[in-house]
């Protein structure tokens, strides 16, 4: 059959209170928090599965506790995961713990490292026990629906053609692409993070040592990151902004021999590298928009603030925003009086974080992975971690965020 169909003339036209575009952490706990408070939530997601390219896969304390006041902290929980509980930086000089989460005051004082695929998997199984959420896979939102200076949904393309979903709120979760962001014209601020990562893994041994958590390597002008998976070794190879391709043209077996090097213990492993597809690279950015909303849209996650991946935050602070988000915005939804003041009142209790995690993340960049980069420069710790009052800032900030964030129930 042809499709006939065009972005003016969907197949379909369906209505929804919160049509959520992107099923990323930010979009899927969003529409499981709506959802769950009866709020109609329409979920819209550009793949078929949530199996994909690795981008992370840490749940901060945060994230942990808003799974505990929703009861699903224990099942998730239940499924295979690691404990972070430090990030260290071995240095020419010695080893420097950047922030300890074993000290923090809560329940869950590490990172969990969970496959984000699994996370995602069991956030949409729980949203689905819901008779008010609707999930759409392969749906590719590329269209503001508008009318009277109102954004009142989408038209996306999936099965058959162009489709239309129309609702009181369209929310752009849809990541460091977003076409939402692109549509809506808001502006950004940008900042200039001076590396890009390379992610990949090596196999685990059996004598290789437990608990190692996640440990940076400096040396020759050369980072490595090192995460204990478990079952393998997560390592992410530290660049010069912009030298991927300088790297790839000169072959795989420098990065074999450079890895060899900072990390001795994988030298009989880097062969497990056989190709640059087994290599995810992190075009690193960090931005954000001055303005996250405007009538019947809002920008949340990755599409409101991309993160540097400084402290692995991304996932964080998305489903913070997401949080906060549901909070706000439920009451409003369901009695159908939703004000832009509302959408407004989101951006203001998120900017600040934002900022703050941003402006820290900048300040060791600089401060940290600029001199790593550099091999004529040494690398020493920030003075302040050795102050003890100062010592557990890092950690609170990289865990929590400058506030804790719980959704209602
Ligand atoms: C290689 C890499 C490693 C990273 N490592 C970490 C880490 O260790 N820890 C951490 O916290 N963060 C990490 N991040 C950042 C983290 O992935 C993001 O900050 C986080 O996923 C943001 O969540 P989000 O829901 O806003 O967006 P995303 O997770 O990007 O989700 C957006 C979703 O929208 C969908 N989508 C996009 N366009 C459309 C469309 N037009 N229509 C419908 N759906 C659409 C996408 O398919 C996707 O599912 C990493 C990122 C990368 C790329």
Partial sequence: MNDRSTPETPIDTKHTTCCIVGGGPAGAVLALLLARQGVATTLLELHRDFDREFRGDTLHPSVME???????????????????????????????????????????????????????????????????????????????????????????????????????????????????????????VATSPPMDILWFRVSRQADDPEGVGLLARARGGRLLAIIDRRDYWQLGYVIVKGSYQALRDAGIEGLRASIAELAPEFADRTDELQDWSQISLLSVKSDRLTRWYCPGLLLIGDAAHIMSPVGGVGINYAIQDAVVAANVLAAPLKGDRLTVADLAKVQRQRELPTRVIQTAQTFIQKRIIATALDGDRTLSPPAFLRLPVLRDVPANLIGFGIRRVYPQL
């Fill in 66 to 188: 808003i799974m505990e006041r929703l009861g699903l902290a224990e099942p998730l929980l239940e499924l295979p995961h690691t404990q972070l509980r430090r990030i260290q930086i071995q240095t020419e000089t010695g080893m420097v713990t950047m922030a300890d989460f074993s000290r923090l005051r809560t329940k869950y004082p590490y990172i969990t490292l969970l496959p984000q695929v699994k996370f995602l998997e069991f956030i949409i199984a729980e949203a689905k026990r819901y008779p008010h959420f609707e999930l759409v896979m392969g749906a590719n939102a590329q269209e503001l629906v508008e009318e009277d200076g109102k954004v009142c949904g989408v038209r996306y393309r999936g099965h058959g053609g162009w489709h239309e979903v129309r609702s009181s709120l369209t929310v752009g979760a849809d990541g460091r692409f977003s076409r939402l962001r692109q549509l809506s014209g808001f502006t950004a």
